[in-house]
């Protein structure tokens, strides 16, 4: 399968296990698909991010959280830069995400890191996508 846009695939895969109430859900690897899960999981929007597999089928299993209602605790997840219009922005202009409650994930040269740490390094980058 051929993909244009793998990160798009990767959120909108969440997305919908989070809408049917699964517990799990199965990605195929990427190393800033891995990297967007385990901020994920820092953030406390999963339980945990587990890497199995060997590089031909390698997936990345991320364990959802729920609260006490069975609400999914990741209320929405969007991509904003794409690959037919890219968005960057400098270490000064770093969107927060619902006045700071939510989380927007970078890939800056420091590596795939979230809007509070792109802020505190004062750098930029591509704003890949926003999870609240």
């Known amino acids: 399968m051929n993909l ?3 990160i798009a695939d990767f959120l909108t895969r969440i997305r919908n296990a989070c809408s049917v109430g699964h517990r799990t859900v199965d990605i195929p690897h990427s ?18 991010v587990v890497v199995q597999g060997e590089v031909p089928t390698k997936i990345i299993r ?23 219009l890219r968005q960057y922005v400098s270490g ?9 409650l939510g989380v927007a994930v970078l890939s800056t040269p420091q590596g795939v890191i ?16 926003e999870i609240w």
């Open 92 to 100: 000064k202009k770093v969107p927060r995400v619902l006045g700071g």
């Open 31 to 48: 190393r800033i698909k891995s990297d967007i899960a385990q901020i994920l999981k820092s953030e406390g929007y999963v339980h945990d």
């Open 114 to 129: 979230t809007d509070r740490q792109a802020r505190e390094n004062r750098v930029g980058g591509e704003f890949l996508c």
């Open 62 to 84: 991320i364990h959802l959280k729920y609260d006490a209602d069975q609400v999914s605790i990741i209320r929405g997840l969007q991509r904003i830069s794409k690959p037919g």
């Open 4 to 6: 244009s846009d793998p």
